[in-house]
């Protein structure tokens, strides 16, 4: 087969979203691409132009979205020289999410700032029909599979003072494994916007006639008070806190609004936002949430003598009853995922903790009867933590195996914080070892390739002295996929995070790992106790501001982060040539200090959780990558693949 140039193939417009709509969009059911127009009404009410925003769903499974916002611009574009409508509906990275620069934009904060929001609603639609109102006209467009049909044209006079947006979409049933919109999950998505903005309202109508209506004076208080079911152990805390003009950490308007509460039995309920965008993954926000949780009670706790001898809280115990609902406003956000279903910001660990943890702290010794219930409730998750832990050890003494000597274990005897790391080469082990969290992180270095141990027998898997030492030191035996779930008794470690470089040699050795745990430990992926580390790839040494902004050193995942630090930096007054931008080799370049902030802190660190897949497609295809007599297969499918491969890269 030739490999030339007529092999690349370049998608032009919104053809990569109509080629792959799920490296775009959730393709379940098509409610994603009707939330990203929700969306967009829903930042015209953030920055205060929107006070009503109508769904209504069809009976030939279309939706209309009707907000009274500005209007989108209908002038024509400066540079691309047609309607600026058509530019937002047919082109990705399109908007005025992209104005960073201005303080006063309703967008700063806007959650849809990977810029394929409502042209992935175009692209994915039989049919879309826009009507703008405003400048005193009524404008109407038509587009279908992501192009124009029925071009901009006036068709109507309005009061000049009237303004707003009508979509309405037909979903492409082709496109989704279902073509009906989830009423339920419409409904809450819905109720969360009208929790979010106080005062504005919400309505969802169906033409059978059915109308919902959602409106919150009190909002998240409100809201939090109706969700959670059990007792409480004092009232509900709001509040909300951003960064004002001239902070020295935060961009302004950046920080959060909350309402949290402990229960002491019943349901929890968690919720939080990213600029409107619901992230039901979680994510750095939360981090921040309970890292002042955990700082602002604990410090409540040793201020008024109040933990027994020989009690340590971790975050965990003082987490362990909160409920909460948490909007975080950040600008710029990085998720995990076109569907933005987790934020990855780092600095939003620190903006959360930073807004909340005072208020909080004051909060609670301003009423300290509850606040003793609420630091009683986290001694007894301590307690009961403990005791958790003294039976592990006892499993653990009643063993045989000697543990690797190479091995530098963790202090804990609890799994569900000990972390086991499988560092790729002795240089990033020493670094590893130094700097992290001797308490609950191990720490495990790989020396050289590890066996493929696809077509190992499990007889002969521990004649290789890396995987042996890997299950002594994991405390668990070769199983087989159908193995009961008692093979995992005598796990040490609740996490095992393979980390690796991220170049060629890095990726080889996961694969090996990845095999060797997919083939002979299949529980542990099973039950997600197996996870990527994800190092940054790039170090950005920004230079110091006059004597109150010391020089700093960020970190970007990618090529798309670093662009994004660069950007914040520039609104920051900050010139990008300026700033010395450094590319890691590899994990043994950074020192203790830097891998642990990267890679190995839970509040900033990224890890990516490996997922079983289904044995009939997962099995042909390792078999094919793995097994020594494939090599003809794997050239073939190399050469199928491989300039997709790349340009997915």
């Known amino acids: 087969m030739s490999y030339t140039a ?48 109508g769904v209504i769903l069809h009976r030939d499974g279309s939706a209309t979205v009707q907000d009274d916002g500005r209007g989108i611009p209908v ?34 904060f806007s959650g849809g700032l990977h810029g394929v929001g409502v042209s992935v609603t175009n692209a994915l639609s039989t049919r879309l029909e826009v009507e703008v109102v405003r400048n005193g006209g009524r404008f109407q467009v038509a587009f279908a599979g992501g192009n124009v049909i029925e071009p901009l044209a006036r068709v109507g006079d309005a009061p000049k003072r009237a303004s707003g947006t009508r979509v309405r979409a037909w979903p492409d049933p082709q496109f989704f494994d279902s073509p009906n919109i989830p009423q339920a999950e419409l409904e809450r998505l819905l109720r969360s916007k009208a ?96 890292q002042a949780t955990f700082d602002a009670v604990k410090s409540f706790a040793e201020h008024h003598a109040l933990l027994p001898k020989g009690i340590k809280l971790a975050a965990e115990d003082v987490f362990s009853r909160v409920s909460f609902v948490l909007a975080a406003r950040v600008l710029d956000p990085s998720f995990q995922g076109q569907t933005k279903e987790r934020l990855n910001s780092r ?15 004051l909060w609670l010794n301003e009423h300290p009867d509850e606040a003793k219930k ?23 003494q009643s063993g045989v195996a000697i543990l690797p000597g190479k091995l530098s274990d963790c202090q804990s005897e609890d799994i569900n914080r000990n972390e086991l790391f499988l560092v790729e ?59 009961s779930d008692s093979v995992l008794e005598n796990l040490r470690y609740g996490k095992v995070v393979i980390m690796t470089d991220a170049d060629v040699d890095g990726s080889h050795i996961r694969v090996l790992l990845c095999t060797l745990f997919y083939r002979h430990f299949p529980k542990l992926i099973e039950h997600g106790h197996l996870y990527f580390a994800q190092p940054p790839l790039y170090r950005l040494d920004v230079p110091a501001q006059g004597k109150k902004r010391p020089p700093r050193k960020l970190y970007a995942l990618d090529d798309v982060e670093r662009t994004a630090l660069l950007d914040r930096l520039q609104i920051e007054g900050i010139k990008p040539e300026s700033v010395a931008i450094s590319r890691f080799k590899g994990l043994g370049e950074m020192n203790p200090e830097q891998l642990w902030e990267t890679t190995m802190s839970p509040d900033t660190r990224r890890l990516m959780r490996v997922r079983l897949p289904q044995e009939s497609e997962a099995k042909p295809v390792m078999n094919m990558l793995m097994a020594k007599n494939e090599s003809a297969g794997r050239r073939a499918w190399m050469e199928t693949n491989g300039a997709l491969i790349g340009a997915e890269i």
Not at 20 to 46: C, F, K, S, W
Not at 223 to 232: F, I
Not at 347 to 361: C, F, K, N, Q, T
Not at 374 to 396: D, F, H, P, Y
Request: hydrophobic share 35%.
């Open 347 to 361: 600095d939003a660990v620190a903006l959360v903790s930073r807004m909340l943890r005072d208020p909080l702290e």
């Open 374 to 396: 609420i630091t009683e409730l986290a001694i007894k998750a301590a307690q009961a933590r403990s005791r958790a832990g003294q039976k592990v050890e006892k499993r653990k």
């Open 425 to 483: 080469g002795d240089s990033a082990g020493g670094s590893a070892k130094s700097g992290r969290d001797k308490e609950v992180q191990a720490i495990l270095p790989l020396r050289g390739k590890v066996l493929n141990t696809w077509e190992v027998e499990p007889g002969s898997l521990f004649a290789n002295r890396e995987v042996h030492d890997i299950a002594v030191a994991l405390g668990i035996d070769p199983h087989l996929p159908d193995a």
């Open 195 to 290: 929790v979010l903005l106080p005062g504005l309202e919400i309505s969802l109508a169906t033409e059978a006639g059915e109308t919902k209506t959602w409106r919150f004076e009190n909002g998240m208080q409100q809201y939090l008070a109706e969700q959670v079911d059990g007792e409480l152990a004092g009232p509900i805390f709001t509040g909300e806190k951003y960064a004002a003009a001239g902070d020295e950490n935060f961009p302004t308007g950046s920080g959060a609004a909350w309402a949290l509460c402990w229960s002491t039995d019943g349901n929890l309920a968690r919720e939080s936002y990213v600029n409107l965008i619901p992230t039901p993954a979680g994510g750095t926000h939360e981090t921040g949430l309970r």
């Open 75 to 108: 002038e024509i574009h400066p540079v691309e020289g047609v309607p600026t409508v058509e530019v937002v509906y047919t082109q990705l990275h399109a908007g005025g999410k992209f104005n960073k620069n201005d303080g006063t934009s309703a967008y700063r």
């Open 6 to 53: 007529e092999s690349i193939s370049v998608l032009k417009g919104l053809e990569p979203v109509r080629h792959r709509p799920g490296m775009y969009t959730r393709t379940d059911h098509p409610l994603h691409i009707i939330q990203e127009v929700i969306d967009n009404a829903a930042d015209e009410a953030l920055g205060g132009f929107c006070t009503r925003i």
